[in-house]
């Protein structure tokens, strides 16, 4: 089972930014695309990015163009480059994995099999 661990969450100020990270032990993330979710308290998980297993990139549009997916396969490693962030970026961010090649990714959350434990992310002066 693969096991996913999600780092860099933290407290930031308005307008601020944080990069979160997503590796896994023992398993290659390359293998599979990776998806970024996030759930404010008392709302839904929804759906912030994801990236193929081949490094295509995609955004859900409400965050288009402040939050950025990427790779490192030399690091194992999924990341996500938050920028300009507001108070109702303030959530739990888990990253998610499922077991698809090629140049897309899901997001929807029913489509991941594997899950971290999530990392608080708070926006806040």
Request: hydrophobic residues 30%; contains cysteine.
């Amino acid at each position: 089972q693969v096991q996913l661990v999600e780092s860099g969450g933290g407290l930031v100020q308005p307008g601020g930014s944080l990069r979160l990270s997503c590796t896994a032990s023992g398993y290659t993330l390359s293998y599979y695309a990776i998806g970024w979710f996030r759930q404010a308290t008392g709302k839904e998980r929804e759906a912030v990015s994801c990236i193929s297993s081949s490094g295509e990139p995609f955004q859900s549009d409400s965050m288009r163009g402040r939050f950025i997916v990427s790779r490192d396969k030399a690091k194992n490693t999924v990341s996500l480059q938050m920028n300009t962030l507001k108070p109702e970026d303030t959530a739990v961010y888990y990253c998610a994995a499922q077991m698809l090649h090629g140049d897309t990714c899901s997001l929807s959350r029913s489509d991941y099999v594997y899950w971290g434990r999530g990392t608080q992310v708070t926006v806040s002066s």
